[in-house]
């Protein structure tokens, strides 16, 4: 989430990269949230395969997250201009590995150092829903909203936990609490939305899709969530419409691979699905950790192309 510029910091003379919250978000509580967790997250990071922060603030309400620039090419970039050898291949994977078992022991050490801070409980259930610990996970985000009761995103949080431990009942109860405490929050409704349509509830799915969408003012990603409802519920020509729609913004901005992956997922057009899903994956998708619990996917788990990916972004138990 976010619009990031090459910026020069005039007091040291560097080059900075800056994040910015898009001002359509700025009145979201969520998504304001969203971008300040981030930024605390990473910020606790201290290791040479993580940026690092320098600074988060706000200048005339726009939110910010200032980091160091890296300069080169991004990885998508290294792979299309030449083929990548098995060294260099090797190289990548063990400093990804090392730079998420950083992050794992950061979030185990964060809780232990201030063992009242929600973020901290939040910020490890995270990582514990994408491995697959449901249990743990589930206590986390339970601690965390003990500790902010009053927290929207707390409410969120623990219902994705509950929606990728298969208990869609406990998920949509939980996004429900969140709407009780904040009406338009996107994450909420496409949270209820994902876990109705696992249910079969295609018509309250695509209700709170749509406004997700709605509140988003017409976010991607929340844009492909509704195209994968639409596809999933036979509805192929508003799917392709979301898909088209999506396609040509591509062409003037960033859409993440992954979500235009979720369309073609929904309208059953797997070649299509697993050829975005790949370039989520040069992208560094963080919704890629999140496939080996992801009930969405559950139809291409049989797929050996399914199984290739899931080599590429395995992650340490």
Request: contains cysteine; proline residues 3%.
């Amino acid at each position: 989430m976010g619009e990031i510029y090459l910026a020069s910091d005039t007091r040291l003379k560097r080059d900075v990269a800056i994040k910015i919250l898009p001002e359509k978000w700025t009145q979201n509580a969520s998504a304001v949230e969203r971008f300040m967790r981030e930024a605390q997250a990473v910020s606790a990071l201290n290791h040479p395969n993580i940026l690092t922060i320098y600074d988060i603030g706000e200048h005339n309400q726009i939110k910010f997250i200032a980091t160091e620039f890296v300069e080169g090419q991004t990885l998508r970039q290294r792979m299309e201009c030449a083929s990548l050898e098995l060294s260099e291949i090797l190289d990548i994977v063990i400093q990804v590995a090392n730079a998420l078992t950083a992050a794992h022991n950061a979030g185990k050490r964060a809780i232990k150092l201030s063992p009242n801070y929600p973020n901290a409980h939040d910020g490890y259930g995270f990582y514990l829903k994408a491995v697959g610990r449901h249990a743990e996970a589930l206590e986390k985000c339970r601690q965390a909203q003990r500790l902010d009761p009053l927290s929207p995103f707390a409410h969120i949080s623990l219902g994705y936990g509950y929606y990728f431990a298969r208990d869609y009942d406990r998920a949509i109860e939980e996004c429900s609490k969140a709407l009780e405490l904040n009406k338009y929050s996107t994450f909420a409704y496409r949270n209820l939305g994902l876990a109705y349509l696992q249910l079969g509830n295609i018509e309250n799915a695509i209700n709170a899709l749509s406004k997700a969408v709605t509140f988003s003012s017409g976010g991607p990603a929340f844009e492909s969530y509704l195209g994968y409802a639409y596809g999933i519920a036979g509805k192929r020509q508003q799917a392709l419409e979301v898909l088209e729609n999506l396609l040509e913004i591509s062409k003037e901005r960033y859409v993440p691979a992954y979500n235009l992956a979720m369309i073609y997922l929904g309208l059953n057009d797997l070649d299509k699905t697993f050829k975005w899903l790949e370039k989520a994956c040069e992208e560094r998708s963080g919704f890629l950790p999140f496939l080996k619990v992801e009930p969405m996917v559950d139809n291409l788990r049989a797929d050996s192309r399914f199984h290739n990916l899931s080599r590429q972004i395995d992650l340490p138990r």
